[in-house]
Structures are given as C-alpha cells and as structure tokens.
C-alpha cells in the first residue's frame, strides 16, 4: 500500500481515518494532530511552563518528543517507585528516563519517593491493608499528590500526561459500568486549575496506542517496553481487552465511543457531587496540598499510617 501523500511505501495504515502514511509523513502527522488536539481544547500555549509525568514508556516519552518538536517549554518529571528491587523495573525505566532527556537535552525533575518517605512502594504497600496485594492503590495517589505538589511548587501552567485514546477509553468503559457519575463528570482531555490542582492536560487522548507505539518505533525512541510487573490482572487491562474486541468488529469503535461521550457530556449534567467535593477543598495541615478530608490530605494520611505502622513492627522486632 501506498501513501496517501507520496509514493512512498506507507508503514501505518490507520483504518479508522481511512489513512496509510509512509514513515516521514507518519512522523509529521503525529506533531501536527497533537497540535490540533492542543488547539482546540485549550490545553497550553508556547507561553505556558509545561511539566509531563515520564514514567519511560511510550506514550509517555512520545508525548515529551513531540511537544519538544513542537516548540513548547516541556521539562520532564519522574517518579522513582523502587518497583522490583535495583535492577527491576523502576531502576530500567529510570535509566530509560534519563538517557532520553540527555539525549534530547530536556530538563528532568527526578522524585524518588523512598528518597522522601523512607520506603519504596511495595513496602509502604505490605503495611497497609489493602496494600498486601497490589500496591496499585498507595502508588496511584502517591503518584497524583507528587504530580500536583512538584508541578504547583515549581511554578508549571499544565502538567501533562500520556493517556491515549485505549486509556482514555478503558477508564470511561469502567466509569460507566459502575455509573460513577462523579468521575465521569471529571474525564476529560483538560482539567482546569482550581484550588490548588495544578490544569491537567492529556494531548494524546485521541491516538490509539499503536499509534505512538508506532511513532516511538519509527523515531527510535527507546522505551520500557515491560508494563509494571504489578499491573497484571488490573481492571483496566480487562476493559481494554474488551475494547479490543469491539474495535475488532467495528473498526473506530473506541474513538466513536470516547469522543461520544465528551459530545454528550457538554449538554449532559450528571449531577453536583464533583462541585460539592470542590466546594469543601481546603490545605491539608501537613502539607498544604488541597484535600476534601478532615486535616491530613490522603496521600499524608496514608503515609503517616505506613510509618507508624512500620515503628511497631519494629518495636516488636517484627521485620517487614
Ligand atoms: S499503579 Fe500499580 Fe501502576 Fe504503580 S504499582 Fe505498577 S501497576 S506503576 S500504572
Ligand atoms: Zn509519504
Ligand atoms: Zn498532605
């Protein structure tokens, strides 16, 4: 098959734009949609100080690539989980990480969470309850507070994440399984600032993530190329296993089921719980991050129970 905008042979054919592109037209291509998607849901401008989480996989360091070439201000923040010991997964993506800013000559901002807290994720996560598992849940809200924290302390206009479209659209599937009207009213590509959150944005939100992967593979991006050895058996990856198979028979299923729902959305209300919780935000006694909670934000609550929790064990000579 052929490009559709040269002779060139296409390496991509992206059967729901009805478009093939060959490798430097698809390079173009990638930029010039992200601009668009920037443009037209007000996300940032070339004025703005842009800070994107990188955790070292694709869609993440794609994101840094592309907003780069664009001509925005994009400096970069990683968090260190310490997932899977030294040379496990935090250590690769890590070095991942920051052999790509070099690279690039990008600026990284680099939080090391044990650094902070004095634990890694996984022992913070055998300390709590729900933890023991899956340390899914005290990584997710660590990673949300620290994005918020260094992004508000350091001044950015827009902190910006790599969700495409598979994210984007697994998320929606489970929120609305569970008819979780509160989050529903939240999903979108832009988050406004309020109250101490920093504006979030998601410039991918409309790729499909063969698309990126694409571009990584094509630019010669490397990446991580494991997902995180905690992620099996996420729900997440059950609802993008079910979208697969509808985009298997319907092809641009999951954009028309995304981009649907934002339509619906501008003239839909669901209902005020969001603006309520909005309305009771105040600084957490600790460490001043806006919380809905009685004095200590989630993020110093949990924390404070790790650490406590972990003192005992050791007064009893108990090693975690
Ligand atoms: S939350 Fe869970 Fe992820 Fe943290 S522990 Fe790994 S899978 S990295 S997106
Ligand atoms: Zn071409
Ligand atoms: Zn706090």
Redesign the pocket.
Known sequence: MKCRKCDEKAVIHMRQHKLALCKNHYLDWIPKQTQRFIHDNNMFSTEDRILVAV?GGKDSLVLWDVLSRLGYQVDGLYIG?G?DGGNG?SAESRRITESFAAEHKLDLITYDIEEHEGLD??TA?SLTRRGRE???SI??LS?RHIMNRVAIENDYDVLVTGHNLDDEAAVLLGNTLNWLTAYLQRQGPVLPTRSGLVKKAKPFFRFYERETAAYALLRGIEYMYD?????DG?KSIYYKVLLNRLEADRRGAKLSFYLSFLRAKETMSFNSEGDDVERMLHPCTSCGQPTSTPDLCTYCRTWKEVRDRRETMLEQGIES
């Open positions: 955790s989980l997932i997964y994720i996984p996560a899956r340390p899914c990584c997710g990673k997902e995180c050895p905690h992620a996420a």
